[in-house]
Structure formats: structure tokens, C-alpha cells
């Protein structure tokens, strides 16, 4: 196994990451940001406001995304597979 394979393998990883944890974060990231700017011009200061709703927001998303993330994982766990055997013989 070279270098290249390894980095390769290594970005294809952090490129699966991103692109499965990107809905569940924005979602969190965009409805923080509402809540935020709701408490501050409401002057409210309550934790349970902030939590609540982002947590109810995460989960839709997850409902909503769950199975593009569940195939995008499937996809990239067989691609993963079909390369051990040019890995093993050095091609």
C-alpha cells in the first residue's frame, strides 16, 4: 500500500464525513442562529428555548435525510471494499 492510497483513502473519509454530518449540523447551525436572534431581541434568556427546538429540528432532519445518509454510507462502505484487493497486491 503507497502513500497516495493512503491519502486518498484518508480524504474519501473526511469527504463521506462532511457530507453525512452536513445536514444534521446546518439544520442545528440555522435554527440556533433563529433562536438566538429571537432571544436577544425578546431579551428571554432561557436554555430550555434554545435546546428544545434544536433538538426537535435535528431529529426532522434526521428523519428527512436518513435514508440519503444510510445509502450514502452503504455506497461508500462497498467502494471501500472493492479496493482492498487492488490494495493487498500493491496496484
Do not use: Y
Not at 452536513?22 to 442545528?28: F, G, N, Q, W
Not at 428544545?52 to 471494499?81: D, N, Q, R, Y
Amino acid at each position: 500500500m503507497n502513500t497516495n492510497a493512503v491519502l486518498d483513502i484518508g480524504l474519501a473519509g473526511i469527504w463521506a464525513a462532511a457530507k453525512l454530518s452536513a445536514p444534521i449540523l446546518l439544520t442545528a447551525l440555522v435554527v440556533g442562529f433563529a433562536i438566538s436572534l429571537l432571544q436577544s431581541i425578546t431579551q428571554i434568556q432561557e436554555v430550555t428555548l434554545s435546546f428544545v427546538p434544536k433538538a426537535t429540528a435535528v431529529c426532522l432532519a434526521l428523519l428527512i435525510c436518513g435514508h440519503w445518509m444510510i445509502a450514502e454510507m452503504i455506497s461508500f462502505t462497498h467502494e471501500m471494499f472493492e479496493r482492498i484487493p487492488g490494495l493487498l497486491s500493491g496496484g
